[in-house]
Each structure stands twice: as structure tokens, then as C-alpha cells.
């Protein structure tokens, strides 16, 4: 379900059926939006649910990897986070903190939006409600995926999902290059 938490999640017998339920090459671990960013939240929710899911992933001999995800456009103000790069700065550190500790891959999307934000601010990755990814945002964190499980680069690829190719080959670039720095963070 939408907006659910790891802690629910681990808490599921649904979720545990799901991940025993076939011989599974990746498991995708992702964090409701806000909860790596603030680090109550993170030590009390998503890092113990992470501790919990990651052997259970493993038993299973299935590949966990942990889905960097992007912040809030204008960030958390009322956690202190008053803009993107604030949250996005929480939010890796705290993907990063727990990915050490378990020896998890990760696919480095909210890092790859940051990089995306800082070098072309014009191109917009999220919709209107500044939360949910906009189709240059979902290619952006596809091209990710697509070098974090084939360990292959997305440069060069002919699907551009819509975009204009100019845009497309931008972000086909910086996936590749957010995935080269992340593989150095988690050895």
C-alpha cells in the first residue's frame, strides 16, 4: 500500500509471503518519503525494519537493494529541512548509514536528482505537489535502476520515455555518474 513504512512492512505477513514467494534476483527496498531524512525516525523505523528485511531478502538468496529515494522539492520546513538539498543531504546520509552496515547495494536516485538539480535547475523532476516525480524525474530514476541491476550504463539507450532526446541523453548521463560515485560509498 501507498506511503506504507519498512516497519509495516517487516510487520507484514503479506510482504514476508511476497519475498518468499519465488526465487526473486532483486528485492527493492524503499522508505516512505519523509522517514530517512529525519534521523528519530530513521534510527526507530527504517533502520531496524532494514536489519529485519535484508537477511530475510538473503535467506531467500535474493539481492537487496536499497532505493535511494529524492526529497520534498522545498524540502521539510517543519523539520528543519527548508529546502531540497537539505532533505536530500539527510536522506542519503541516512540510506548510507544503513547500506554500510548490511553490505546492501543501492540505487542512487535522490543522489542523481541532486546532481540533475544542481547542474540543470530548469528541468523540473517532480509534479506539482513538489513530491512525486514528473516523467523527466521517473526516466531519471529508471535510468538508475537500469545501471544499478545490469551494471551497465543507461548511456546510450534508445527509449527516451517521451522526452525530448536531448533531455533524455542529459539524464542517461547523469544516472551513469551517480551510479559510478555510489558504488565507491558501499564496499
Not at 534510527?43 to 531478502?57: E, G
Request: proline residues 7%.
Amino acid at each position: 500500500p501507498g506511503g506504507w513504512t519498512l516497519a509495516q512492512h517487516a510487520a507484514s505477513q503479506t510482504t514476508i509471503d511476497l519475498i518468499n514467494s519465488t526465487d526473486w534476483d532483486y528485492v527493492v527496498i524503499q522508505e516512505q518519503s519523509q522517514i530517512p531524512s529525519d534521523e528519530y525516525s530513521r534510527s526507530q523505523i527504517m533502520i531496524p525494519a532494514v536489519r529485519y528485511l535484508v537477511p530475510l531478502i538473503r535467506q531467500n538468496k535474493s539481492e537487496p537493494i536499497l532505493f535511494i529515494t529524492w526529497a520534498h522539492q522545498n524540502g521539510w520546513p517543519e523539520m528543519g529541512m527548508t529546502d531540497y538539498e537539505s532533505m536530500q543531504s539527510q536522506i542519503i546520509e541516512g540510506y548510507l548509514s544503513i547500506a554500510k552496515e548490511e553490505k546492501v547495494a543501492v540505487a542512487p536516485v535522490g543522489y542523481a536528482w541532486l546532481m540533475e538539480h544542481r547542474q540543470n535547475p530548469q528541468l523540473p523532476l517532480w509534479t506539482n505537489d513538489g513530491v512525486h516525480p514528473d516523467p523527466n524525474g521517473t526516466y531519471l530514476a529508471a535510468c538508475v535502476f537500469y545501471a544499478t541491476i545490469f551494471n551497465k550504463s543507461p548511456v546510450g539507450l534508445l527509449y527516451y520515455g517521451g522526452l525530448p532526446i536531448s533531455t533524455a541523453k542529459e539524464l542517461q548521463i547523469q544516472a551513469e555518474q551517480a551510479v559510478q560515485t555510489s558504488r565507491q560509498w558501499v564496499k
